[in-house]
């Protein structure tokens, strides 16, 4: 017994502390990974900002305050991508408000019907004029996406009126009437909205404004013909990608978890197509019905998606002439109105690659910012103290206080300082 009762008195303080080692190297593991996954060292910083010396430009970083003070996004989950991603793709937004419009339905040639929701202005604009925001979703959205009626309802309340754009086939109550749906880079639908909006108000001036897959249809319309820049005071874009054929090499690479939110985005394709399969297939065969919808069932990225469906609806013969001819970075050098080009370094869909396209067209072009947030994710850019984010976003704030000193620069600009001409058409002294 003696023996044995040594023994234990000889253990037994061993275990306790061995215990009590591996508890702290396991929470320490845990805070690392947190530390690591919410990357919480990394630091708040303003906008990384490229973009030409002028009187013009001066005066937006000066007056709109966004675009040179810090960015904090939430302190715990804020600066990571991932969360601000998954946030606005879940929730869009905190408390979005519900914004009363009337749905207008415009057809077009081909058979198809557009449809856009109009929101009248909530107060008179700061500079009395009238100015009318219009506004292109992200892929497959619409106007009762959560982060559109946050931002309509905030653009309303500064005066501004506001058209938004329903992808052709993202509404799910509103059949198609051809066999054709959005895609990438087709501007049709939005140049309907623009017209109807020119001709209804011929005094109101414009706001051009585009997430993500809207803000390429946004930059692609405004430079594939002159007459398009009529009537638009400036333009933004915010976390689009510019070339789909250089983003689709990216977008199969594991890097940031791209391919896992291809396969995402992918899915949510397949669900918007196969609910509007009989408009989209009913004039084929029942083989052919067969054959394109298997592929669809197979697919696992919306390359696979848009080469077997999107492609043909414009009569592409290959992937890579669709992603060519789609794409806004073949166009964009032809915009001459002031154009704020806003990403998030932390975009997990947006390869620091494709950031080349803006940063270098910003360095030549006067009427070009490009504004590169440390945090923000893809259309997150939540902002707040500690846990909970603000119902508005720090992207609400910079389109609003972008398009207010561009309006106010318009208002008060000497004759030869029209921010919407074309380059070299009046010499700008340095002020």
Not at 86 to 91: D, P, Q, S, V
Not at 205 to 225: D, T
Not at 288 to 303: C, F, K, N, P, V
Request: proline letters at 6%.
């Amino acid at each position: 017994m003696s023996t044995h009762d040594s023994d234990v008195h000889t253990i037994s303080p061993e275990l306790p502390a061995m215990f009590d080692g591996m508890k702290l190297a396991a929470v320490a593991t845990v805070l690392y990974i947190i530390v690591r996954c919410l990357n919480l060292k990394s630091p708040t910083a303003p906008p990384d900002l490229t973009y030409q010396d002028t009187p013009l430009n001066r005066f937006l970083l000066k007056s709109c305050p966004q675009l040179t003070k810090e960015y904090i996004p939430p302190l715990l989950w804020g600066k990571s991508g991932h969360l601000q991603t998954a946030l606005y793709g879940k929730l869009g937004r905190v408390s979005s408000p519900h914004p009363s419009g009337i749905r207008k339905y415009l057809p077009m040639q081909d058979g198809a019907t557009a449809t856009f929701d109009l929101f009248e202005p909530l107060g008179d604009h700061r500079t009395g004029d009238d100015i009318t925001m219009v506004i292109c979703p992200g892929i497959g959205n619409h106007s009762e996406k959560h982060y559109i009626r946050t931002f309509v309802d905030y653009a309303q309340k500064d005066g501004y009126r506001c058209a938004v754009l329903n992808h052709l086939g993202a509404l799910p109550n509103i059949e198609l009437t051809s066999p054709r749906m959005f895609t990438y880079g087709c501007t049709w639908e939005f140049a309907a909205m623009v017209g109807y909006i020119k001709r209804a108000y011929p005094q109101t001036q414009l706001i051009v404004v585009g997430f993500s897959l809207g803000g390429n249809i946004v930059c692609k319309f405004l430079g594939e013909n002159r007459t398009n820049q009529e009537r638009v005071l400036c333009c933004v874009s915010v976390c689009q990608g510019y070339s789909a054929l250089r983003a689709q090499e990216t977008f199969l690479q594991w890097d940031q978890f791209r391919r896992f939110y291809n396969f995402l985005m992918a899915d949510n394709m397949k669900k918007i197509i196969l609910s509007h399969r009989h408009s989209l297939f009913g004039g084929s065969s029942v083989k052919m019905i067969d054959t394109e919808l298997g592929r669809l069932y197979t697919a696992t990225s919306l390359m696979q998606i848009d080469d077997n469906i999107m492609r043909k609806f414009h009569g592409h013969s290959s992937l890579k002439e669709y992603y060519e001819k789609e794409s806004c970075v073949h166009y964009i050098h032809n915009v001459n109105v002031p154009l704020l080009l806003v990403n998030s370094a932390d975009d997990p869909l947006v390869h620091d690659s494709l950031l080349t396209i803006p940063r270098t067209l910003s360095a030549k072009k006067q009427n070009v910012i490009f504004a590169l947030t440390l945090h923000g994710g893809h259309l997150g850019f939540f902002e707040g103290a500690v846990l909970f984010p603000q119902p508005l976003t720090w992207m609400d704030k910079v389109i609003v206080g972008y398009a207010n000193a561009i309006c106010q620069w318009e208002k008060q600009k000497p004759p030869c300082q029209s921010g919407h001409l074309s380059e070299g058409s009046c010499v700008e002294e340095k002020a």
